[in-house]
Nanobody, 132 residues
Framework: QVQLVESGGGLVQPGGSLRLSCAVS????????IGWFRQAPGKEREGVSC????????YYADSMKGRTTIATDNAKNTVYLQMNSLKPEDTAVYYC?????????????????????????WGKGTLVTVSS
């Protein structure tokens, strides 16, 4: 079993930066991938970034490439999402979630680019508001 707790959200001006943190408790061997997702009011949930725990491959939504970085700190059991050049449309609740290994498509690709429900454990989210 894996427990996830997000933090680092808040109010930031357009063009600003935030680093979100996801504290992971439980066995690090219990999940194959971990990613960040977001959901704005009245909109569908979308994938932001995802990383494989097996080979450290990273995946980013097209809208996030160049201004978002996902990284892990194994010593602190924490996954980070560094976001720069934030825009008002980035306003959303941001969640981290994990997935187990499964046949076929990598879970990062399955959830982010095909919309499959493959993530098994979710945090409660942290709110990011981008406004002047």
């Amino acid at each position: 079993q894996v427990q996830l707790v997000e933090s680092g959200g808040g109010l930031v001006q357009p063009g600003g930066s935030l680093r979100l943190s996801c504290a992971v408790s439980g066995s690090t061997l219990d999940y194959y991938a971990i990613g960040w997702f977001r959901q704005a009011p009245g909109k569908e949930r979308e994938g932001v970034s995802c990383i494989s725990t097996s080979d450290s491959s990273t995946y980013y939504a097209d809208s996030m490439k160049g201004r978002t970085t996902i990284a892990t700190d194994n010593a602190k059991n924490t996954v980070y999402l560094q976001m720069n050049s934030l825009k008002p449309e980035d306003t959303a609740v941001y969640y981290c979630a994990t997935a187990q290994k499964q046949p076929g498509l990598h879970p990062c690709l399955a959830t982010m680019f095909y919309g499959y429900d493959v993530m098994d454990y979710w945090g409660k989210g942290t709110l990011v508001t981008v406004s002047s």
